[in-house]
């Protein structure tokens, strides 16, 4: 079955940019969404199709997609943005999600 | 605003039926084309997708669940339902329903969420 692998932690400085990778087999040819999930609460979509931003989700986050690795960009990241994020994508057979992120702001 | 809100059982005994229905409210849940889906997550665990049910009414769900997964919907309600057959502890999980919005037939994203309920399957 499909895999989508994400490293399970990411620290960032309060102003500096977050990275958050997203691995799969030929992922580039596929459409990545994003989501972002703070304790307790529902997931909340931040990107879709790969760069695109819903309505009410703020500049700073960005996402691109090339080659395996799809990658959510958080640029000058706030305390509020400390929460795990998760990358989803049609796999070969089912939707699949990757392992989850969790961003530390420090 | 469009808000969907999961209700259900919150303890199910293995060997038993889960059901829960997701009531949709702010908008028909048969306009605008969209598809809608159950997502769960065990605790401290990350996402896993159930299944869909189309605009059209047809069902797809995860291989890994469908032969125990059935996923309805009642037009009339404005809510759509999940039951999961011979449950076990692996199925105690937080169970989201959410809307899913498609620009292609492999591009499918999921842009409103319920709250989530949480069921747990025990004796």
């Known amino acids: 079955s499909y895999e989508l692998t994400q490293p399970p932690s990411v620290s960032v400085s309060p102003g500096q940019t977050a990275s958050i990778t997203c691995s799969g087999d030929?992922?580039?040819?596929?459409?990545v969404s994003w989501y972002q999930q703070k304790p307790g609460q529902s997931p909340v979509l931040v990107i879709y199709?790969?760069?695109k931003r819903p309505s009410g989700i703020p500049e700073r986050f960005s996402g691109s997609n090339s080659g395996n690795t799809a990658t959510l960009t958080i640029s000058g990241t706030q305390a509020m943005d400390e929460a795990d994020f998760y990358c989803?994508?049609?796999?070969?057979?089912?939707?699949?999600f990757g392992t989850g992120t969790k961003v530390t702001v420090l | 605003q469009l808000q969907l809100q999961e209700s259900g059982s919150g303890l199910v005994k293995p060997s038993q039926t889960l059901s829960l229905t997701c009531a949709v409210s702010?908008?028909?849940?048969?306009?605008?084309?969209?598809?809608w889906s159950w997502i769960r997550q065990p605790p401290g665990k990350g996402l896993e997708w159930i299944g869909y049910?189309?605009?059209?009414?047809?069902?797809y769900y995860n291989p890994s669940l469908k032969s125990r997964v059935t996923i309805s919907v009642d037009r009339s309600k404005n809510q759509f339902s999940l039951n999961l057959s011979s449950v076990t502890a692996a199925d105690t999980a937080v169970y989201y329903c959410?809307?899913?919005?498609?620009?292609?037939?492999?591009?499918?994203?999921?842009?409103?969420w319920g709250q989530g309920t949480l069921v747990t399957v025990s004796s």
């Open positions: 959410a809307r899913v919005t498609s620009s292609g037939s492999y591009s499918n994203w999921f842009d409103s």
């Open positions: 702010g908008g028909s849940i048969s306009s605008g084309g969209y598809s």
């Open positions: 199709d790969d760069t």
């Open positions: 030929k992922l580039g040819d596929k459409y």
């Open positions: 989803q994508a049609w796999g070969s057979s089912a939707e699949v």
């Open positions: 049910i189309y605009h059209s009414g047809n069902t």
